[in-house]
């Protein structure tokens, strides 16, 4: 069966130091892979996205892998804030689907 | 001013009752989605619309329906509500011609069924 799979125990980082959150996925070839972080009580926002023909994409503080053989992205947050507590969500897109595919999401906390 | 707005933002409704919640956007996009939220289920897909005439069924459309009634609206109801419909339900949009089609979600709305 297809599967998208995220942390459901949470993580629990020191300020100042790197998050790494994983997202693995099983029975899927998504044309890209996006990344979405979610504050409690409100909706996603999306932050980042990498194509399967990528390896690697960053955006200021944060940096994603796609790894298509091993079936996982990888998300980073470098110099970790206390505001970057929040839960994160992948989501993949087939081109054989317009629709996107959420996994249940991790949530991080950054102690100060 | 939000892009997109959902109306109400809770509700609390009895077994049998008939609901609608609503979505309005002013990003110009042509798709939008309806998805609810279950703690350690993620987002789960109910409906979607790619146009104003096109309407297709989500992993989990049973007990819902929908209604595009303009690009900038598209609403969700709930014929006969039951407990189990209980969840965060939130409407987004898409534009296919920017970077990747990401979609921007609304606020939500937290449905309770009794």
């Known amino acids: 069966s297809q599967k998208i799979e995220q942390n459901s125990e949470a993580l629990n980082i020191q300020e100042g130091k790197t998050a790494t959150l994983t997202c693995n996925y099983t029975n899927y070839s998504p044309a890209y892979l996006q990344w979405y972080r979610q504050d409690p009580g409100r909706g996603p926002v999306f932050l980042l996205l990498?194509?399967?023909?990528?390896k690697e994409k960053r955006k200021e503080r944060l940096k994603v892998t796609f790894d298509t053989t091993l079936k996982q992205s990888l998300f980073h947050i470098t110099a970790s804030q206390p505001a970057d507590s929040a839960t994160y969500l992948c989501a993949l897109r087939m081109d054989s689907s317009y629709k996107l595919i959420f996994g249940s999401g991790t949530r991080l906390l950054v102690r100060p | 001013d939000a892009d997109v707005t959902q109306t109400p933002r809770n509700r609390i409704t009895k077994t049998g009752k008939r609901i609608m919640l609503e979505c309005s956007q002013t990003k110009g996009h042509d798709r939008m989605y309806w998805y609810r939220q279950d703690p350690g289920l993620g987002l789960r897909l109910i409906y979607y619309s790619f146009d104003v005439k096109d309407i297709n069924k989500g992993e989990i459309s049973d007990g819902y329906s929908v209604s595009r009634q303009a690009q900038a609206k598209f609403s969700l109801s709930l014929e006969s509500a039951i407990p189990n419909q209980t969840a965060l339900y939130f409407c987004?949009?898409?534009?296919?011609?920017?970077?990747?089609?990401?979609?921007?979600f609304g606020p939500g709305t937290r449905l309770t069924v009794t």
């Open positions: 990498i194509r399967e023909n990528e």
């Open positions: 987004a949009t898409s534009d296919p011609r920017g970077t990747g089609d990401e979609q921007y």
